[in-house]
């Protein structure tokens, strides 16, 4: 899971790192990005490290599979702000699919 957590740190730092600008329809400025995204993410990860404290204090099947939920939660957050201007698509989607799969991959048993 270690290995897991790295791969989201990732596809978070490149999205982030990202955004910049206007969109065409007028959502996303650099300065709101930023900090909607920063606010969200925070957010998002405070509940993976709710999850996991409850899933180390007891390491149940139903704790890990909420906590796997967290993860892909986390990753919709951050899908949420693929439209920023200046993100590089191809490798935002490519980090995301891998990220995805590595949470899908991870097995509670």
């Known amino acids: 899971m270690n290995k897991l957590f790295i791969l989201l740190l990732a596809v978070a730092t490149i999205a982030v790192s990202s955004c910049g600008g ?3 329809d007028g959502g996303n400025t650099n ?3 930023v900090v909607n995204y920063s606010n969200d993410l925070s957010e998002a990860g405070d509940d993976i490290v709710a999850a996991l404290n409850v899933f180390t204090s007891d ?3 139903e704790n890990c599979q909420a906590y796997l939920q967290t993860l892909r939660d986390y990753l919709d957050v951050i899908e949420s702000y693929e439209n920023c201007a200046g993100l590089n698509q191809g490798e935002f989607q490519m ?3 891998e990220a995805r799969q590595s949470v899908e991959d991870t ?3």
Request: aromatic share 0%; net charge negative; charged share 25%.
């Open 95 to 97: 980090q995301l699919a």
């Open 59 to 61: 390491p149940s099947d």
């Open 31 to 33: 300065e709101n990005c």
């Open 22 to 24: 206007n969109d065409d």
């Open 107 to 109: 097995t509670c048993n």
